[in-house]
């Protein structure tokens, strides 16, 4: 199968309200980014485009047609959106590229979360009969995942924190973090809970934002003249929807999509996890079984900073970053959608050799 | 070179304004099963299930797909929701499509669905954005001014929209799942129904419907062993332009020229009105007949409206080239599944295995979709054969 690379990648500050910017402008200053990055002028410059966004978040229908202005689409080309994060739209393009209708593909996910009040708007993602209309929120039942694991003896109060002050300080060293700061688990143990067992500190922010990647074959990767990371493995699984049907404590999808990715065929020097609470990212590296020879969410995740529709795109992001610095030679990016952790991709990158 | 995939179950639920007897998960699964037992598999068979719909405000549910993987025996494996504004229900077919022809999947399950009757259709497209002009006009009123436009710039005279309406409806007369059944329907009755946007009466508009609409799309090895004959992918298309720009046409948008050129350019057609046999298009107004007859090349620009006239686009009276036999949008309209159903009817005649509205030695079928501000468009091509 033909050899994919990522080429380039820029995502927004993490802003807690993007005040009177649209979505069009919150897109816009990525993209010139990541434009300028590959050294491409626009949309036009690739073979193929493709989104992720939600209606829900802008409140209107067709989110994403306003999202084709930013682009410069005329004349027309080829473009495709999933109601997901960009992490799914990224997984769209590679198929394409696999086979054989692009050699070359722009992917971005923006959202526009603070007008509304996401973890209750996120309540309509579950079943419309017997659990939407009981308004169960995301952060209720996560919390409801964090007290299974901690009556289960899985985890303490404390690991969780110390995966709240671990991204804190990573965070330090990521310009476009919300929430960041030299915070140990104490300080985070001293705040009151607010939703039993979870913190403020142990839940991800509301953040404003968008983030862009660029994806081409490894072949025009070398003739663009660009670092790149090859992406040697990709895969996602959905779980049952109904919470009850699962094990909550662990997660089968990802340890799934993960050996189907070939994480098993190397070290993993980085991973990225989009990890909304603090205990899930526990349940994520068990699942994987990953030691202290990874470093996990360098970045801080996405409890510092959730640009939702784009963190899945991020975390790819972010392991490509730290491959093209030098930083690692191979990494995992994990994506999540649902409550409680029901949807996972996974996907592998590694070092490209020098063009 | 992509991979070779073929159509080889087809699965519909019928169509009505209201599908009270079952959920949203029971109408996906209708079609689900329906498109399993065609291609006589089960669940288990399928490697990736890819969903698609219109925007979720048409039922309240946001990024259903999490909540349809049960239904859809998708537990344990790849989903995927595709939303490309009303030509969804073609993009899902060819992203999963895409699925088998990256050589990724060898067999996968996608369908579409609209269950309308959950809410209003009218608002969900229309309500107020913070940035923007508010247009309460839904999409009869959107369209309305370009039809105008394609009239005084062709000449057509009155009764050719009428004259659509009629002829998708005397085809969806001969198809059992079509929402609306007026086999009496006649010009004086279209005529004299009552203008909503003027041209357009209300005769000459899609109704709401609900309903879902799912294939089995497999690679190469699998349909040579199917149990009833594949429809062949012979080409795919996607294209999108901005809803405005200065100096759009959009009577006859380039994004749609540019997609249809590439799906030929694919299937090897040259004269799509001579090298197809039969088109199923997304007409959703009556209208929208004739302009995309010229705008996918089956006509001189300003013309469309002759071949309509003509028959030519009617199964009933024998054309040569018929559109939407099936009766088309114009007979059921479950917005994000109408696309998938044109696609999914394209590979029913092919198959030939359309019933009463079977097109006559039908090898070769267009299935299109269109969404947004006619700026979004899904083409394929599909061949009874495999070149």
Known sequence: MKEIAIVGYQQSDCVSDAGALNEVELIIPVLERVFEQVGISNAQDVDFVCSGSCDYLQGAAFAFVLGVDALGAVPPIKESHVEMDAAWAFYESILKIRMGHADSALIYGFGKSSPGELPIVLSQQLDPYYLAPQWVDTISLAALQARLMLDQGKITERDMAEVVARSRRNALNNPHAQLKGDVTADEVLAEETYLSPLRKADICPVSDGASAAVICTVEKAQEWGLPYAVITGIDHIIESHNPGMRDLTDSVSTRKAAENAGMGEGKVDVAEFYAPFSHQEIILTRALGLGDDTSINPSGGVLAGNLMMASGLSRIGEVFNRIVRGEADRGLAHTTSGPCLQHNLVAILEKGEAA | ?387
């Open chain 2, 1 to 387: 070179m992509a991979n070779l995939a073929a159509v080889v179950g087809i699965g519909q639920t019928s169509y009505t304004t209201k599908r009270d007897d079952v959920s949203i998960a029971g109408l996906v699964r209708e079609a689900a099963v329906n498109a399993l037992d065609d291609a006589g598999l089960t669940f288990k068979d399928i490697d990736a299930v890819i969903l698609g719909k219109a925007p979720d405000m048409f039922e309240g549910v946001i990024m259903p797909e999490i909540y349809l993987t049960d239904a859809l025996g998708c537990n344990g494996k790849p989903m995927l929701r595709v939303h490309t504004a009303g030509s969804v229900g073609g993009s899902t077919a060819l992203v999963a499509a895409s699925h088998v022809q990256s050589g990724t999947f060898k067999r996968v399950l996608t369908v579409a669905f609209e269950k309308q009757s959950e809410s209003n259709a009218m608002w969900a497209l229309s309500n107020p954005q913070p940035f923007s002009t508010h247009l309460n006009a839904g999409a009869g009123g959107y369209f309305a001014p370009i039809i105008r436009e394609y009239i005084r710039r062709s000449g057509a005279p009155d009764e050719v929209g009428i004259k659509v309406a009629v002829k998708d409806r005397l085809h969806g007369a001969r198809n059992p799942l079509a929402h609306l059944q007026l086999p009496d329907i006649t010009m004086e009755e279209v005529a004299e129904s009552f203008m909503l946007w003027d041209p357009i009466r209300y005769l000459e508009s899609c109704p709401s419907s609900d309903g879902a609409c799912a294939m089995v799309i497999a690679n190469e090895e699998l349909a040579d062993k199917a149990s009833k004959r594949p429809a062949w992918i012979r080409g795919v298309a996607m294209r999108s332009e901005p809803t405005m720009y200065a100096g759009r046409e959009e009577v006859n948008p380039q994004a749609g020229r540019d997609c249809a050129a590439d799906v030929y350019a694919q299937a090897g057609i040259k004269d799509p009105r001579q090298d197809l046999d039969v088109a199923e298009v997304y007409v959703p107004f009556s209208w929208y007949e004739p302009m995309w007859l010229e705008n996918l090349g089956f006509a001189p620009k300003g013309e469309g409206w002759k071949l309509t006239m003509e028959g030519a686009t009617s199964l009933i009276d024998g054309g040569d080239i018929p559109w939407n036999p099936s009766g088309g949008v114009l007979s059921s309209n479950p917005i994000g599944a109408s696309g998938m159903i044109r696609f999914a009817e394209a590979a029913r005649q092919v198959r030939n295995d359309a019933g009463d509205h079977q097109v006559p030695g039908a090898k070769l079928a267009l299935g299109h979709a269109y969404g947004g501000g006619a700026q979004f468009y899904a083409m394929w091509v599909v061949g009874s054969e495999k070149s």
